[in-house]
């Protein structure tokens, strides 16, 4: 099925807004309000638990090899976990990673 240029423009259309509205529905009408501490508290976790759900399958299974664990990207995961818990740096850990990754790639090549 071909859909014509005007019809995917209002599907961008109506995913963004219904997108926005979703995000505006917390963010803008309940941010406002005090939340109790306990509440606050267990939201600082959410992009702790969110990220490696993202990161897992792509580290696992990535698409790049079929599907096929890879020593590369693995070895990546392991460097960039390790140097975040010790330096307790994002930035240092994604350098890691990504070094990691570039080099075991080369290295397997």
Not at 12 to 36: C, D, E, H, Q, V
């Amino acid at each position: 099925m071909s859909y014509s240029a005007a019809e995917i423009w209002a599907i961008i259309l109506l995913l963004g807004l219904g997108t926005f509205l979703i995000r505006f529905s917390f963010l803008g009408l309940a941010g406002r309000r005090n939340w109790p501490p306990l509440l606050l508290r267990l939201l600082r976790y959410t992009p702790v638990a969110v990220i490696p759900g993202l990161v897992a399958p792509l580290v696992i299974w990535p698409a790049a090899t079929g599907g096929e664990a890879d020593p590369a990207r693995m070895a990546a995961a392991v460097a960039t976990l390790a140097v975040g818990l010790w330096l307790k740096s994002v930035l240092a850990a994604i350098l890691a990673g990504a070094s990691t990754l570039a080099a075991g790639l080369w290295l397997l090549a």
